[in-house]
């Protein structure tokens, strides 16, 4: 069987998007992730966290302390049940730093986690509760999954006009089902 993956949106898809968390106490799982990630987990999918992490850019935020963020997301997985492979992030915003290739909707962090964990992204899904999320997983060649938590259910519209979603969730719990769902029918593959 060949490895496969999930690449996760952080604030608003696994936590809550309190807008640019800079204490990671602010970082606190979703009702039901621990067991929406060990599902997939269990099915044997890599877990890759993406994230948008411009506090960095403005300011708000340094290095060291989005290691903390960091480490604290690995722990509450961890305390779940769940390793997670690897976390991304981008810290550019284009306000402050100018384009760069891995802020999403760029597939820069998608591309660089599929390379290191040698997946096909034929064989991966995104999941995100905004369109750059699910942009950045169609560039990657990537089947898309919007939740309606976080910012989702405010861009559901958008993102359904624009054909970016593959599946629609009300959660991380309803996606993780969906993603399995779409692999045991072989929708996965292109």
Not at 156 to 175: E, T, Y
Request: proline share 4%.
């Amino acid at each position: 069987m060949k490895r496969w993956g999930v690449f996760l949106d952080r604030d608003g898809t696994l936590v809550p998007d309190v807008g640019y968390a800079r204490e990671p106490k602010q970082l606190v799982l979703y009702q039901g992730t621990g067991a929406a990630l060990r599902k997939l987990q269990k099915a044997g999918a890599v877990l890759i966290v993406v994230s948008n992490q411009s506090a960095v850019a403005r300011g708000l935020l340094d290095m060291k302390g989005l290691a903390r963020m960091d480490a604290r997301l690995m722990s509450l997985c961890q305390r779940a049940g769940v390793q997670l492979s690897a976390i991304y992030n981008c810290t550019h915003h284009p306000d402050f730093d100018g384009p760069c290739d891995c802020r999403k909707p760029e597939p820069g962090m998608l591309r660089k986690g599929l390379k290191a964990f040698k997946l096909s992204p034929s064989e991966c899904f995104m999941v995100g509760d905004h369109a750059t999320d699910l942009e950045a997983g169609r560039r990657a060649g990537l089947r898309t999954v919007h939740v309606l938590t976080g910012h989702g259910r405010r861009h559901r519209k958008d993102i359904r006009s624009s054909g970016l979603a593959d599946g629609l969730a009300n959660g991380i719990a309803g996606a993780a089902r969906w993603i399995l769902e779409a692999r045991s029918a072989g929708v996965a593959k292109r």
